[in-house]
């Protein structure tokens, strides 16, 4: 497929003008580096290609061929409804975000593990009580996701001899899990024995609000890290969950309204961790190195691993 017209838009969109024109890496391309909020119809009509983390508002397919996302997730992309043109193509961003979603959550886990709070409580009142550290080697994981962030989550987390299970739509065998099941057959024994549910899935009309009152019901003591999507949640269930004792506490990076608002219950309760969505952020240069392999396999009809599949919606 041939691209003439590459529309940017959106956060980055300055970092990625400069790094783009710099290197002159899109000679012979016309290109228009738009603010979000300034992208006009004549933008949208003009291009072929459309590159940004999310659809702008008043967004239109109109002459697009090619859709990049920018972020790994296209939720909001496949939110503009049923009708995505078969075609045009979606890609997404793939880069180090296994790597840093790995870091993030072993971070959490390892506070909990090493009892970060409970020291920091007891140096609080000068107490000396001894609680033992639990090793990584005996803990047990769930990681819902297999794709590439799920799997390169589960192989960091062999490294430190974790024991990882993962939970998939088709459940079929993917490495550095020790086994996985499949979305409609999970094993709620599975659940109970974890100590860390970790969610890397993407929002589909499958995954929307999976955590749900029945799912906590299975958790025995769980703390769960969320770096999937926040629509995936019963954010209610969550709490009732924290509250009952299935779950002993929450790390929650995404949410389904963001930024979360200031008035969520979610801000203060003690079991709950937020942080601003930032577990697996794109980087400008990131974003510039798969946007060209992905420009040139466009191109020269190259195999493309970031295609997404809309009918799958991820
Ligand atoms: C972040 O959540 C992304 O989609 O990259």
Not at 166 to 181: I, N, P
């Amino acid at each position: 497929m041939k691209i003439t017209n590459i529309l940017f838009t959106g956060r980055l969109v300055d970092e990625l003008e400069g790094l783009l024109n710099a290197e002159e890496m899109l000679n012979g391309k016309r290109v228009r580096f738009v603010p979000d909020g300034e992208v006009s119809s004549e933008d949208l009509d003009w291009a072929d290609a459309f590159v940004a983390f999310h659809p702008v508002a008043h967004f239109q397919f109109a002459n697009l061929k090619w859709v990049h996302s920018l972020g790994a997730g296209v939720d909001r992309y496949m939110a503009l409804g049923d009708r995505w043109p078969e075609d045009v193509l979606l890609t997404r961003t793939i880069t180090s975000f296994g790597q840093k979603i790995g870091e993030y959550t072993l971070s959490y886990m390892l506070k909990e593990v090493q009892h970060h709070n409970r020291f920091q409580e007891q140096q609080g009142r000068a107490a000396w009580k001894m609680v033992a550290p639990r090793a990584l080697d005996e803990v047990k994981v769930v990681v819902f996701g297999t794709g590439e962030i799920g799997q390169e989550l589960a192989r960091i987390l062999g490294l430190f001899g974790v024991q990882v299970e993962g939970v998939s739509r088709s459940g079929a065998d993917k490495d550095h899990f020790f086994r996985v099941m499949s979305l409609g057959e999970i094993d709620d024994s599975s659940l109970a024995e974890a100590d860390f549910i970790i969610n890397t899935l993407p929002l589909t009309k499958e995954t929307a609000g999976l955590f749900d009152e029945r799912l906590f019901g299975c958790m025995n003591q769980a703390v769960i890290i969320n770096v999937g999507r926040g629509g995936t949640v019963d954010h209610g269930a969550l709490l009732n969950a924290l509250d009952s004792g299935s779950l002993k506490a929450a790390v929650l990076d995404v949410f389904e309204e963001e930024p979360l608002p200031a008035d969520s219950p979610l801000w203060s309760h003690p079991g709950v961790t937020v942080t601003p969505h930032i577990s697996a952020i794109t980087t400008p240069e990131e974003a510039v190195v798969c946007f060209l392999e992905t420009l040139d396999a466009v191109e020269s009809g190259g195999e493309l691993r970031n295609r997404v599949d809309v009918g799958r919606g991820y």
